[in-house]
């Protein structure tokens, strides 16, 4: 399995941009599809975006396309969340996962590594 650690959360205001990484340490972080998961407190975690083993195909939720742009560097193993035009409601605990297979997916079931989150919070 591969461990993940995510970076770049803070305090935006509305409108504002910011760049989630996720470092991926072990094997197999090249092979599988990546996401992004948030849990806003009270709420059930939700998609945010999803991108495939070598990068050419995403997926993202409704409530962030075009606004948010998902990447990965397989060089260096790490994964990338670029946020702008943030909202107070995009507020949550962002997570990275690893996939089980070479395609993007909505479900989190078919994820099978965590990172342990990184908050964002946007003030309006």
């Known amino acids: 399995q591969v461990q993940l650690v995510e970076s770049g959360g803070g305090l935006v205001q509305a409108g504002g941009s910011l760049r989630l990484s996720c470092a991926a340490s072990?094997?197999?972080?090249?092979?599988?599809?990546m996401g992004w998961f948030r849990q806003a407190p009270g709420k059930e975690r939700e998609f945010v975006a999803a991108?495939?083993?070598?990068?050419?195909?995403?997926l993202y939720a409704d409530s962030v396309m075009g606004r948010f742009t998902i990447s990965r560097d397989n060089d260096k193993d790490t994964m990338y969340l670029q946020m702008s035009g943030l909202k107070p409601e995009d507020t949550a605990k962002y997570y990275c996962?690893?996939?089980?297979?070479?395609?993007?997916?909505?479900?989190?079931?078919?994820?099978?590594?965590w990172g342990q989150g990184t908050q964002v919070t946007v003030s309006s």
């Open positions: 072990g094997s197999g972080f090249s092979a599988k599809a």
């Open positions: 991108v495939s083993w070598s990068g050419g195909s995403t």
């Open positions: 996962a690893g996939g089980q297979y070479y395609h993007p997916t909505i479900h989190p079931n078919e994820y099978e590594s």
